[in-house]
């Protein structure tokens, strides 16, 4: 029983971190309409921006504390997401209202390409640490009930309490704000939106400033734990499974989902592996999802297709 409980236990973390992800997934369609594959890339460009202003924030002020200098980098990169956001409105989005969503998943490619060359242009390419102060070693827990308690590692306990706060207030502020409300309007029906006074623009820089904030802080967590690589930018494709089951316009299926996939790609390791050879972590999230397209298309929690003829 320790031992499920281990892998549960495991496996909603894990969850909690793909949530993370898919949340940027989720908020970009919920503003455009359209699928955003350049959030693998933002978290690479925000995780390369907060582990290289790390480092030269002590070299260019002198400054010792690692406490201060992480601080620093974390503003400095926010800010720099801010801007990537203000570009991305400015330079692409706002020359593409009312045109087709495929026309909008190729920007979307576009900007993925040209983030991971700048990112690694300005920052570097080499694998760069980033070092948030979490704990690396294991807890146990429950060791009066379980002969040898239940063993945690507590950095991946707080980088899932770290991702549930932030889901937390994210959905508190979509669901509960006027912006929130805009947000649903202008997802929609762009020129719709526009007629009643919902300024576009200003909710599509909102927004993607939202999704660079989420990445940042899944670049922050996935580099703690990894590195910063290039490899960061598939952590996007872990999302993937996450948003078609949970529903590309809602942020509680983002988080349900993210905690599914979690959950079932550890216990379907553990406990299906050994009879099928293993390696099932690495597929199961996509058979599942193809499973729920095939039965319901929208997910879990999303709007129901309706066809209009």
């Not at 996450?242 to 550890?266: C, D, H, M, Y």
Request: proline share 3%; glycine share 12%; with cysteine.
């Amino acid at each position: 029983m320790a031992f499920f409980l281990e892998t549960l236990l495991g496996g909603l973390m894990a969850g909690m971190l793909y949530s993370l992800v898919a949340l940027g997934f989720v908020l970009i369609f919920k503003a455009s309409g359209v699928f955003n594959f350049a959030q693998g890339a933002m978290v690479l460009f925000a995780a390369l921006a907060m582990a290289r202003f790390a480092e030269w924030i002590p070299k260019w002020t002198g400054i010792e504390s690692p406490v201060v200098a992480t601080i620093g980098a974390f503003v400095i990169a926010a800010a720099v997401m801010f801007v990537v956001a203000w570009l991305i409105e400015y330079l692409v989005l706002r020359h593409l209202v009312n045109q087709e969503g495929t026309t909008l998943l190729m920007a979307t490619l576009g900007i993925t390409y040209f983030m991971e060359g700048l990112g690694q242009t300005v920052f570097g390419s080499d694998i760069y640490k980033i070092d948030i102060g979490m704990p690396k070693e294991p807890v146990f827990l429950l060791e009066s009930v379980f002969e040898g308690g239940v063993l945690i590692n507590k950095e991946d306990l707080i980088a899932a309490v770290i991702a549930a706060v932030l889901v937390a207030l994210l959905s508190l502020f979509f669901q509960k704000t006027s912006t929130g409300r805009a947000l649903r309007a202008v997802a929609d029906d762009h020129q719709a939106a526009q007629s009643i006074g919902i300024p576009l623009n200003r909710i599509w820089v909102i927004v993607w400033c939202v999704a660079g904030i989420v990445a940042l802080v899944a670049g922050m967590i996935w580099g703690s734990k990894l590195g910063v690589q290039f490899s960061l930018t598939t952590v996007a494709l872990r999302a993937l499974p996450v948003v078609i089951l949970g529903g590309l316009t809602s942020v509680p299926g983002a988080i349900i989902g993210g905690l599914i996939i979690g959950v079932g790609e550890k216990l379907s390791e553990v406990f299906l592996g050994p009879y099928v050879g293993g390696g099932i972590e690495i597929w199961f999230a996509y058979v599942l999802a193809l499973a729920f397209l095939l039965v319901r298309p929208q997910g879990l929690f999303g709007e129901k297709i309706i066809d209009r003829v």
